[in-house]
């Protein structure tokens, strides 16, 4: 039987275990990334080990998250980067040179390598033929001190696309229709592939930005064949060397299929509080609308941004509506300054942002009280954008730019110009705002901050836990409701600062509750629902729920980042073996888990409710290697023994 792109590539890459769906399996990683809201924590996990040098082929520091600086604990971080950067053997992509997957698509991403990144995003290199894996912090360091990467074989789920899109409609589209079909949980442990003859029709960034927002749906990565599109895309950029052909086997045999027929696809729309809420354009055409955010790393390249001058051009933005435009690199701004497409969204009247994640991730041009914002980034999470109230929709760049001259929700099928926009013959390409570090860092000094701290300390667990049910949440709790990011990200170097805001927006009154119960020896359990800890890779949502207490997750399930970053930190994530049994506990109820080493090393655990008098079975969602590391309280304090 024939190989599919994503099994030649991990077979290419194997170091432990067997190719076998459901398998624990470890992968030798080429490239690693982090970006700035993550790396700071990284940096210090990788410092920790004692390492000298990075050992990976490849290791990028991006600057893209934390830019707007109010206050010291930015700048701080950035210099601490950027020393760190230099002092260790990493590449440095200072503030200003854009979003992490947007520059590494550009700079760094080549078919057949493995990258793993400190951003959930990171899948978005598959566009370019690359098996690109997000995870957190830790992971990532381990990877930069040379050490593979664990994860399970993964199921492959083969997307055939077949046909061409029609004007007005474009990839973003494409992956909503797969978000509708798939839905944002029940994906762990799967792969999306794609193949048929419509993938040729498809450029490179469009590519990306179905692999971007694969992430949406809790897949471990998506990927596209390298073909003659991606060695097209290399050499407009002056990388050709780095390509190669890689398709899947003609007698390859996917776990599932999934068929779309793109030239019957229509303009779809994420409507609140999901990427996976999908409604027809057509349905909702008409609906007043406030504000327009066009950029994110899911679509601002070059391509995008000419797609909506195209449509702004000679046209004015509605006087009701505030439109935002970021680039998502150095290269697509100067591009677009050259060419006279900045200066059409300008006389439109966009205010033009900087080439950062910004209004993705709540840092700024947060929409008013209970207004309606369109934009084209990859999230839509209740109280993400700054507003609680506010009502933010996931639309196409097209859908996009026709809703900002009108100020209602517009349908751009049939309605933009016919004649497809094409990848130039060759990109500006400038590598002046990457720092490569020096051959000899012997006399770099690491700048530290106040605001730097280090990655806190654990100790190996009880066999006996006794505490609190803290907390009790539903179904699809994010790692935005429990680690809040816009105005809190400054904190990030700073766990006990940042501990403050755990589920800030779901229950301000837990860190207090929970630290008194560390502080009286107790234990904190979080009980949850489905989809436990979807969205951002971000480990702080493990790393501060640690700092105050937390021992215990017990969920009907949990997302593969979520999960790893849970044990990473020590902190048990256990499943209801019947999910009817989420209703028997109640928040404050008074839990206890005994025979807890034993239990870890079974995979089976009895949850005694004292409040309630009654015994909940629980499995243990880990590897064999993760639960070593549960016993010693968590990886690093593994790696050290």
Do not use: W
């Given at each position: 039987m024939?190989?599919?792109?994503?099994?030649?590539?991990?077979?290419?890459?194997?170091?432990?275990?067997?190719?076998?769906?459901?398998?624990?399996?470890?992968?030798?990683?080429?490239?690693t990334?982090?970006?700035?809201?993550?790396?700071?924590?990284?940096?210090?996990?990788?410092?920790?080990?004692?390492?000298?040098r990075?050992?990976?082929?490849?290791?990028?520091?991006y600057?893209?998250?934390?830019?707007v600086?109010?206050?010291?604990?930015?700048?701080?971080?950035?210099?601490?980067?950027?020393?760190?950067?230099?002092?260790?053997?990493?590449?440095?992509?200072?503030?200003?040179?854009?979003?992490?997957?947007?520059v590494?698509l550009?700079?760094?991403?080549?078919?057949?390598?493995?990258?793993?990144?400190?951003?959930s995003?990171?899948?978005?290199?598959?566009?370019l033929?690359?098996?690109?894996?997000?995870?957190?912090?830790?992971?990532v360091?381990?990877?930069?001190?040379?050490?593979?990467?664990?994860?399970?074989?993964?199921?492959?789920?083969?997307?055939?696309?077949e046909?061409?899109?029609?004007?007005?409609?474009?990839?973003?589209?494409?992956?909503?229709?797969?978000?509708?079909?798939?839905?944002?949980?029940?994906?762990?442990?799967?792969?999306?592939?794609?193949?048929?003859?419509?993938?040729?029709?498809l450029?490179?960034?469009?590519?990306?930005?179905?692999?971007?927002?694969?992430?949406?749906?809790?897949?471990?990565?998506s990927?596209?064949?390298?073909?003659?599109?991606?060695?097209e895309?290399?050499?407009?950029?002056?990388?050709?060397a780095?390509?190669?052909?890689?398709?899947?086997?003609?007698d390859?045999?996917?776990?599932?299929?999934?068929?779309?027929d793109?030239?019957?696809?229509?303009?779809?729309?994420?409507?609140?509080?999901?990427?996976?809420?999908?409604?027809?354009?057509?349905?909702?055409?008409?609906?007043?609308?406030?504000?327009?955010?066009?950029?994110?790393?899911?679509n601002?390249?070059?391509?995008?941004?000419?797609?909506?001058?195209?449509?702004?051009?000679?046209?004015?933005v509605?006087?009701?509506?505030s439109?935002?435009?970021?680039?998502?690199?150095?290269?697509?701004l100067?591009?677009?300054?050259?060419?006279?497409t900045?200066?059409?969204?300008?006389?439109a009247g966009?205010r033009?942002?900087?080439?950062?994640?910004?209004f993705c991730?709540?840092?700024?041009?947060?929409?008013?009280?209970?207004?309606?914002s369109?934009?084209?980034?990859?999230?839509?999470?209740?109280?993400?954008s700054?507003?609680?109230?506010?009502?933010?929709?996931l639309?196409?760049?097209e859908t996009?730019?026709?809703?900002?001259?009108?100020?209602r929700?517009?349908?751009?099928?049939?309605?933009?110009?016919y004649?497809?926009?094409?990848?130039?013959?060759?990109?500006?390409?400038?590598?002046?705002?990457?720092?490569?570090?020096?051959?000899?860092?012997?006399?770099?000094?690491?700048?530290?901050?106040?605001?730097?701290?280090?990655?806190?300390?654990?100790?190996?667990?009880g066999?006996?836990?006794?505490g609190?049910?803290?907390l009790?949440?539903g179904?699809?709790?994010?790692?935005?409701?429990?680690?809040?990011?816009?105005?809190?990200?400054?904190?990030?170097?700073?766990?006990?600062?940042?501990?403050?805001?755990v589920?800030e927006?779901?229950?301000?009154?837990?860190?207090?509750?929970?630290?008194?119960?560390r502080?009286?020896?107790?234990a904190v359990?979080?009980?949850?629902?489905?989809?436990?800890?979807?969205?951002?890779?971000?480990?702080?949502?493990?790393?501060?729920?640690q700092?105050?207490?937390?021992k215990?997750?017990?969920?009907?399930?949990?997302?593969?980042?979520?999960?790893?970053?849970?044990?990473?930190?020590?902190?048990?994530?256990?499943?209801?073996?019947?999910?009817e049994?989420?209703d028997?506990?109640?928040?404050?109820?008074?839990?206890?888990?005994?025979?807890?080493?034993?239990?870890?090393?079974?995979?089976v655990?009895?949850?005694?409710?004292?409040?309630?008098?009654i015994?909940?079975?629980?499995?243990?969602?880990?590897?064999?290697?993760?639960?070593?590391?549960?016993?010693?309280?968590?990886?690093?304090?593994?790696?050290?023994?």
């Amino acid at each position: 039987m024939g190989l599919t792109i994503c099994y030649k590539i991990l077979k290419d890459h194997l170091v432990k275990g067997e190719l076998v769906k459901g398998n624990p399996i470890s992968i030798k990683i080429d490239q690693t990334l982090t970006q700035d809201a993550t790396g700071t924590m990284a940096y210090l996990e990788f410092e920790s080990m004692g390492m000298d040098r990075v050992k990976n082929e490849l290791a990028v520091s991006y600057v893209d998250h934390n830019t707007v600086q109010v206050g010291f604990e930015n700048f701080d971080d950035h210099e601490y980067l950027r020393t760190v950067a230099a002092k260790k053997g990493v590449i440095y992509s200072r503030a200003g040179n854009g979003i992490c997957h947007q520059v590494q698509l550009e700079c760094f991403a080549l078919p057949g390598k493995t990258l793993i990144g400190s951003d959930s995003h990171t899948p978005t290199q598959g566009g370019l033929g690359e098996v690109a894996i997000g995870a957190g912090g830790l992971d990532v360091a381990l990877a930069m001190a040379g050490l593979p990467f664990s994860l399970i074989c993964p199921k492959v789920v083969g997307i055939k696309l077949e046909g061409a899109l029609r004007p007005g409609v474009s990839a973003k589209d494409v992956i909503l229709k797969v978000l509708e079909r798939f839905g944002v949980k029940g994906n762990v442990n799967s792969v999306f592939e794609y193949f048929g003859d419509g993938v040729e029709t498809l450029s490179v960034p469009e590519r990306a930005t179905i692999c971007n927002m694969g992430a949406e749906c809790g897949v471990t990565f998506s990927i596209f064949p390298s073909d003659m599109r991606t060695y097209e895309f290399l050499k407009a950029h002056g990388r050709e060397a780095g390509f190669k052909e890689i398709k899947a086997d003609l007698d390859a045999v996917y776990d599932e299929v999934y068929e779309i027929d793109l030239s019957s696809l229509e303009p779809l729309i994420a409507t609140p509080h999901s990427p996976g809420n999908i409604s027809k354009v057509s349905e909702l055409e008409g609906m007043p609308v406030n504000q327009v955010l066009i950029g994110s790393c899911t679509n601002s390249s070059y391509l995008d941004l000419k797609k909506v001058a195209r449509i702004l051009d000679g046209k004015t933005v509605a006087p009701t509506v505030s439109l935002g435009i970021a680039p998502g690199s150095r290269e697509v701004l100067e591009m677009i300054s050259q060419d006279g497409t900045l200066t059409t969204f300008i006389k439109a009247g966009a205010r033009i942002l900087e080439s950062a994640c910004g209004f993705c991730i709540g840092n700024h041009q947060s929409p008013g009280t209970d207004s309606i914002s369109l934009r084209t980034n990859n999230r839509n999470f209740e109280g993400r954008s700054g507003t609680k109230s506010a009502k933010v929709y996931l639309v196409s760049p097209e859908t996009a730019a026709l809703s900002a001259i009108s100020g209602r929700l517009e349908n751009p099928l049939l309605r933009v110009p016919y004649d497809k926009i094409e990848l130039p013959e060759h990109f500006y390409t400038n590598d002046d705002m990457l720092i490569f570090p020096p051959a000899d860092s012997s006399g770099v000094e690491i700048k530290r901050g106040p605001n730097i701290g280090q990655p806190p300390k654990s100790d190996p667990i009880g066999n006996t836990l006794e505490g609190t049910a803290t907390l009790k949440v539903g179904d699809k709790i994010t790692t935005d409701h429990i680690m809040p990011a816009g105005a809190r990200l400054k904190y990030r170097s700073n766990i006990p600062a940042y501990s403050a805001f755990v589920f800030e927006n779901v229950d301000s009154s837990f860190a207090k509750r929970a630290s008194a119960l560390r502080d009286e020896g107790k234990a904190v359990f979080v009980i949850a629902g489905s989809s436990y800890g979807q969205g951002s890779s971000r480990e702080h949502a493990a790393i501060c729920p640690q700092y105050l207490g937390l021992k215990a997750v017990i969920a009907k399930s949990i997302e593969r980042i979520h999960q790893a970053n849970l044990c990473n930190f020590g902190i048990l994530p256990l499943l209801f073996e019947m999910e009817e049994d989420y209703d028997l506990i109640s928040q404050d109820d008074e839990l206890e888990l005994d025979d807890v080493i034993d239990s870890i090393e079974k995979g089976v655990f009895t949850l005694f409710d004292k409040t309630k008098n009654i015994k909940i079975k629980l499995n243990l969602f880990a590897s064999d290697e993760q639960k070593k590391m549960l016993i010693k309280g968590g990886k690093l304090n593994l790696l050290r023994d």
